[in-house]
Antibody, heavy 121, light 106 residues
Framework: QITLKESGPTLVKPTQTLTLTCTFSGFSLSTSGVAVGWIRQPPGKALEWLALIYWDDNQRYSSSLKSRLTITKDTSKNQVVLTVANMDPIDTGTYYC?????????????WGQGTLVLVSS | SAELAQPVSVSVAQGQTARIPCGGNNIGSKNVHWYQQRPGQAPVLVIYKDTKRPSGIPERFSASNSGDTATLTIGRAQPEDEADYYCQVWDRITAVFGGGTKLTVL
């Protein structure tokens, strides 16, 4: 059974760096074809993809946020970490991590419950 | 990158068929995935690779993809189908989500 869970601060100040951790179980991020992604959702708005890391450590980023994002993995701990630099109030929202597999043509087939991040001074 | 257009809202009478379109330039050449998001919950994959249902998703959920439009179809709509629905594709190395459609079951 695949599960993912996001963790990190609930409140960050503008200009600070946000660090979120996705801890997962039920799969290995060293298995070919597997990836973990981050998706966020401002309150009342649509989903927005942020970043993805593959089993082979290749990373992909949203072109509009690329300069502010870093995604890394720790396979031994079953964790993926996303950092977002220079946070702004418009970055407020729920941040999800999700499992992606080529077995489902690259869809995000399992999602964490999400973690709400408020950016405010 | 690709842009995916969805209507903001769709309404359907209980027991009837709902259709939610997702428009994009030559979207028929891409694999389209669909997610259901009930209020206060994380998204759930309901369709992948244009037409395939993950295990546990009711057969009432189906989809098609051709030309510039992909469509999610929900047959015999039930109150529990009331949710936001998002289409998603991979545009080269970038994931793109549609703006989402709120389905109301009357």
């Amino acid at each position: 059974q695949i599960t993912l869970k996001e963790s990190g601060p609930t409140l960050v100040k503008p200009t600070q760096t946000l660090t979120l951790t996705c801890t997962f179980s039920g799969f290995s991020l060293s298995t070919s074809g597997v990836a973990v992604g981050w998706i966020r959702q401002p309150p009342g708005k649509a989903l927005e993809w942020l970043a993805l890391i593959y089993w082979d450590d290749n990373q992909r980023y949203s072109s509009s946020l690329k300069s502010r994002l870093t995604i890394t993995k720790d396979t031994s701990k079953n964790q993926v970490v996303l950092t977002v630099a220079n946070m702004d109030p418009i970055d407020t929202g729920t941040y999800y991590c999700a499992h992606r597999d080529t077995a489902v043509a690259g869809a995000f087939d399992f999602w964490g419950q999400g973690t709400l991040v408020l950016v405010s001074s | 990158s690709a842009e995916l257009a969805q209507p903001v809202s769709v309404s359907v009478a209980q027991g009837q068929t709902a259709r939610i379109p997702c428009g994009g330039n030559n979207i028929g050449s891409k694999n389209v995935h669909w997610y259901q998001q009930r209020p206060g919950q994380a998204p759930v994959l309901v369709i992948y690779k244009d037409t395939k249902r993950p295990s546990g998703i009711p057969e009432r959920f189906s989809a098609s993809n051709s030309g510039d439009t992909a469509t999610l179809t929900i047959g015999r709509a039930q109150p529990e189908d009331e949710a936001d629905y998002y289409c998603q594709v991979w545009d080269r190395i970038t994931a793109v989500f549609g703006g989402g459609t709120k389905l109301t079951v009357l």
